[in-house]
């Protein structure tokens, strides 16, 4: 079988567990309500778990064997964690959360190792997209059980998931030829520190959103159990599945203003709507949708990011903490805004302004993540300038000798990412004469692929 859609199967088994029973699922949370328990001393220990495990695996983990261990073990611990549950609440409740958020978190970032091992760079949006997708279709699974039938029977599911997971994951081959080698050191590299924070501080404020929406969105309609059991991440699955499936070369990143407008838009309908079926629909639809862009955004831009680190079970969970740690902001500021009785209207200025936060954060972010990725579907690249500014940047970067007016024509047509034969088709000379074009203008630049070509020239962006 391919190893690509191993790894893809195996880790969105592991992520349907998480989800339904450690985090966003029902199976914890009908098991709370079976035995009359409240749920707020028991998720926020696993989720501040999960940020930790997350964090610091990086650190821990130093080679491929090293990363194959950790997520294997970590999955082996989750389910030792698990089977306190089928028992009345104890102390060993809040254990288990404490241990399976930690060693879960180890878990996620660990599989960054096998993402970038087994997947293409190019094919990764599309991977991380998969695993979103089935991932949460098996929570929608697991919570229709856990809801209609018995916490218990979703419990053993979600930890079947986890085993079937494992199977699966057990049989990939660490290749440390092609995938990440020993390092002494797993340090991220200078080149990749500052678009990586820039992206962390995008997903921090805007997942904040995501921690209101728990808290104050969703125990409004806790009235409709039997369709949020279900629905609830419809919408987020549609969304990925609408963006995983355009062209490879279209650009993403106009999608990024329409999810921060469904954001705002789902948090007006919250104020101005009731609490019918109908509300529901409409308030979850925008929000969820929203979440589903952003999430496979960071997620695929975190993927490609990879190759840039010495670690990527570093890069991958650095990435991905900052998510929780949004989420886990806020819901506390959710669970302030619950606590003193904040209308709708406030509320949603609230969220407004997290929104208004990131519009500021995101061009800048998209020039450092440029400069690293250069094409990334979701980056504003050369192609999207205007041409007074396209030529700005050529005549900004010095060149060894200067560009003929062909090589100059040539040039444009490299930074709006053609192929040889479109670029000799749109000016109508041989495929031949544009590699010699192209074989002078890397001369003059004194570099030695398009890419070191494309990284060099946009670097005047920053200054032009």
Known sequence: MNKRFISIIGFSFFSGYLLSFLFEGQVLYSLLGLHKTG????MPVAVIAHFAGLLSCGYLVKSSIAAKYML?????VCFMATTPFFFV????????????GYVSGCAVASWGYFLKAFTPQNQRIRSCADVLIYSNIIMI?????AINFSPFIGLILSIFCLVVGMAFLGVLPVNKENGWRDETKSELRSDIKKPLVLLCLFIFVITINSGLM???INPAFDHLTGLVSWYWAVPYIVALALMRNLLVKAKRSGILYIGMAMIMSAFISFMLLGRTTFDYLVVDTLMLGACGIFDLFWWSIIGEMLDYGKSPVQTFG???SANVLGILCGGALGMAVTSIGLPGAEVAVIALTVVCITLVILPPLNRQLVLLLKSHVYLTVYDSMSELQQTNIIRQTKTLQKLTVREEEVLQHILSGQSNREIAQALFISESTVKTHVRNIFSKYDVGSRAELISTLLKNQLTS
């Open 214 to 216: 728990y808290q104050v």
């Open 89 to 100: 609440p104890s102390p060993l409740w809040v254990a288990g959360l404490i241990i399976n």
């Open 141 to 145: 699974a697991v919570n229709v059980v």
């Open 72 to 76: 294997l073990g970590s999955m082996g």
């Open 39 to 42: 749920p707020s001393g028991y």
């Open 318 to 320: 650095i990435g991905l």
